[in-house]
């Protein structure tokens, strides 16, 4: 950090890095270091562990269908524990904290119960307690809904509780803490010599985060992309530097590797609905009711129709299965369609990397590679940066190997 130029950030950590009473006095630690040093931090924190998890998880041993306003209450409670755990561990180190709940330190709603969106965050609590020296610790993954109750975000989203807070500040970067040193160039559970990236694109990061990539939510990627927000991802538990996310303009993009990671996912699962008749609308009638669902659908193949009648399959993540076919099969059988049918024997392996759209050749090399190994390619899809292969489940670890090998990303960039 060069002059006298006070940092101003927002440093989220994760379930994970406040898992025991040790790793939240560990966090305590290395917040204090930050203090020590001269930035000025506004936390946001995650539930402990797998509290979410146990917290829904008891409400369903009481209720089969909790409702959505106690479940929200409830779950809202996790990040509470964290926040308030984790100000008193800052007491203990000489520091003043305070714990703040979403609704407290200004984040409102739209207010749908589970899966509310951010509309609106008047950091006016925060910024006072920042001028008064004291360190604000939010609690991530929830907000304000209009009717004046306390609602959560989407799973996974209390780092989108964070961007959005670094945005509503301008701090100068936001930092999510996670259990691991980065975004690496493959899961290193699969692929050992997988390497950690310095720098990654935020396009990039959107599509390595929807494809499963849990460091970070989609959302979070989206709102940092749209602010201009610089984001680092780091290690609660070491010094290293961690990935920078940041825009194309940023980086050197003609030094670096066209492909950058590869992403496997295994929670896929696959529906086909046959003998659907080729007509207008169908698709449409099919998809609908599983967006107002907001179950999210991958990748869509409908097959050339043969005497006016086709087969349509697309996937989904396996843990939305049973909910899909439920909405599914009504439709089926109102549009006259044969049958449908699911598999939960496929995964997802994509290539991904900003190089991708402007370098002939990438994909015919992705396909030789699981060739030669003889690998099946179920379908395929791309976006501009992105290539994904549909392949047998018990293969996937394998072609993730395969790809990350065929495309050297081990090594490191010429920079
Ligand atoms: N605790 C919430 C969840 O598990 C939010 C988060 O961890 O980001 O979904
Ligand atoms: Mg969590």
Redesign the pocket.
């Known amino acids: 950090m060069s002059g006298f130029h006070v940092a101003l950030l927002v440093q989220k950590f994760?379930?994970s890095s406040l898992a025991t009473s040790e790793r939240i006095r560990i966090v305590a630690e290395r917040i204090h270091d930050s203090l020590s040093q001269g930035d000025r931090v506004a936390l946001v924190v995650?539930?402990m562990g797998d509290t979410?998890d146990d917290l829904i998880a008891a409400a369903q041993r009481l209720a089969s269908r909790p409702n959505s306003r106690e479940l929200d209450f409830l779950l809202s409670t996790g990040e509470l524990v964290s926040a308030a755990l984790t100000s008193m561990a800052l007491h203990e180190l000489g520091r003043d904290a305070v714990a703040l709940s979403g609704p407290q330190a200004g984040i409102r709603t739209n207010g749908r119960y589970g899966r509310a969106r951010i509309t609106e965050i008047e950091p006016t609590r925060i910024r006072a307690e920042l001028e008064a020296g004291r360190v604000p610790v939010m609690a991530g993954f929830q907000g304000l809904g209009p009717g004046g109750d306390i609602v959560t975000l989407a799973r996974?989203t209390?780092d989108t509780s964070a961007v959005a807070l670094a945005v509503a500040l301008g701090v100068d970067r936001c930092e999510i803490y996670t259990d691991v040193d980065g975004i690496f160039t493959a899961d290193p559970r699969i692929v050992p010599d997988a390497r950690k990236l310095d720098l990654v694109i935020y396009d990039e990061m959107l599509e390595m985060a929807k494809l499963g990539a849990r460091v970070m939510h989609p959302r979070a990627v989206e709102i940092a992309e749209h602010f201009g927000m610089p984001v680092v991802v780091r290690s609660s538990f070491s010094d290293a530097p961690g990935t920078e996310i940041v825009a194309e303009s940023a980086v050197p993009i003609e030094t670096m590797q066209r492909v950058r990671a590869v992403a496997h996912d295994t929670d896929v699962a696959r529906v086909t609905i046959r003998g659907v008749s080729d007509r207008p609308g169908l698709a449409h009638a099919l998809f609908q009711p599983l967006a107002d669902r907001h179950i999210n659908i991958d990748v869509i193949v409908q097959n050339v129709s043969d005497g006016g009648v086709t087969d349509l399959s697309f996937t989904i993540a396996e843990t939305d299965l049973d909910a899909t076919l439920d909405l599914i099969r009504p439709v089926a059988a109102e549009i006259g369609a044969r049958d449908v049918a699911a598999s939960t024997e496929l995964g997802k392996v994509s290539i991904v990397g900003v190089g991708i759209q402007s370098t002939p050749g990438i994909a015919s090399r992705m396909f030789g590679a699981l060739a030669a190994d003889g690998i099946n390619i179920v379908s395929i899809t791309t976006s501009e940066i992105r290539l994904t292969c549909l392949v047998d489940k018990a293969q996937v670890a394998r072609a993730t190997e395969l790809l990350h090998d065929e495309f050297d990303l081990s090594a490191a960039d010429a920079v």
């Open positions: 994760g379930g995650s539930a979410t996974g209390s």
